[in-house]
T-cell receptor
Framework: QKEVEQDPGPLSVPEGAIVSLNCTYS??????FMWYRQYSRKGPELLMYTYSSGNKEDGRFTAQVDKSSKYISLFIRDSQPSDSATYLC?????????FGSGTRLQVQP | SQTIHQWPATLVQPVGSPLSLECTVE??????LYWYRQAAGRGLQLLFY??????ISSEVPQNLSASRPQDRQFILSSKKLLLSDSGFYLC???????????FGNGTRLTVT
């Protein structure tokens, strides 16, 4: 079993939809949680960084962490075609980050 | 502000040839440095990380090696490339070992 599981998609939604992206993990030592966005042929860029359980909001993006269920989510409101990319979750305890395999998102205009 | 440079952007090399990919970071001191490989649909695989000059930790035994000759320079090498070395190689830095990573734009390596 992988330490971090992420549905690869692709996920296709119409413009303006609310998108929900999710990861589950098995290592209870993970304390820090991140979401990255990766456009084709580019390096991942950091979107959200959270430590505690609960919600963190930044513009159209909300990151949610539930440590008791070992489940994290990223919500995108009012999705735009420019949000079309691969989204990777990442997490760590005391070592280098462990990444999910990424979910490919397509927002249709 | 901090920036990370990685080159070349694309590379096509024959099997058995050597490899050298270089990464430099500007605007920070004593960063943690990382090399990742990304295969299609398989996420990011950590290859090497370094917490200081000359300190290299290998996560996966393979045909590759890494060196850190200067504080903000990280090099990925191979003496003889294999077909299985093809992939997208990403360099990254972080302030401390469990803080967010900041990535370069990667090198797409094709071994023919």
């Amino acid at each position: 079993q992988k330490e971090v599981e992420q549905d690869p998609g692709p996920l296709s939604v119409p413009e303006g939809a609310i998108v929900s992206l999710n990861c589950t993990y098995s290592n209870s030592a993970f304390q820090y949680f991140m979401w990255y966005r990766q456009y084709s042929r580019k390096g991942p860029e950091l979107l959200m960084y959270t430590y505690s359980s609960g919600n963190k909001e930044d513009g159209r993006f909300t990151a949610q962490v539930d440590k008791s269920s070992k489940y994290i989510s990223l919500f995108i409101r009012d999705s735009q075609p420019s949000d079309s990319a691969t989204y990777l979750c990442a997490m760590t305890g005391r070592r280098a980050l462990t990444f999910g395999s990424g979910t490919r998102l397509q927002v249709q205009p | 502000s901090q920036t990370i440079h990685q080159w070349p952007a694309t590379l096509v090399q024959p099997v058995g040839s050597p490899l050298s990919l270089e990464c430099t970071v500007e605007g920070t001191s004593n960063p943690n440095l990382y090399w990742y490989r990304q295969a299609a649909g398989r996420g990011l695989q950590l290859l090497f990380y370094s917490v200081g000059i000359g300190q290299i930790s290998s996560e996966v035994p393979q045909n590759l090696s890494a060196s850190r000759p200067q504080d903000r320079q990280f090099i990925l090498s191979s003496k003889k490339l294999l077909l299985s070395d093809s992939g997208f190689y990403l360099c990254a830095w972080s302030a401390v070992i469990n803080s967010p990573l900041h990535f370069g734009n990667g090198t797409r390596l094709t071994v023919t």
